[in-house]
């Protein structure tokens, strides 16, 4: 069954892999729009304000954090849940700075993302 609300979750990485496994986890119930860079994601992401982001840190262009700290400056208030393989606890210190819902690391639990869809959009 398709979320009937208009707003899509956003995912936003650039492993190919990353991006197919949210589309088995969350693609029959949401609409998903598939972003694999950091510039792309600024525009989009300000055009459609979504409920929800799922964002990797490391992708091109703007990074993750930069994408973070981009959409908290023109006050787009979308709910981020960090999705990445970087362990350093300075990204996820700064990242929490930007008052992210969720810093995940990969690889992810299906249940965990299927909540985290679940309580932030309905």
Not at 42 to 64: A, E, T
Request: net charge negative.
């Amino acid at each position: 069954m398709k979320n009937s609300q208009e707003d899509p979750i956003f995912v936003v990485d650039d492993d190919q892999g990353i991006l197919e496994s949210f589309d088995a986890m969350l693609g029959d119930d949401y609409h998903l729009i598939m972003i694999d860079n950091g510039t792309e994601a600024i525009q989009r992401i300000g055009d459609q304000n979504p409920s929800l982001l799922f964002l990797d840190i490391k992708i091109p262009g703007s990074n993750g954090l930069e994408v973070l700290a981009n959409l908290r400056e023109k006050g787009i208030d979308t709910q981020v849940v960090v999705v990445t393989a970087l362990a350093q606890d300075y990204y996820q210190e700064t990242a929490e700075r930007y008052g992210v819902y969720k810093y995940l690391h990969k690889p992810l639990d299906v249940n965990e993302i299927q909540e985290i869809a679940s309580a932030v959009v309905h």
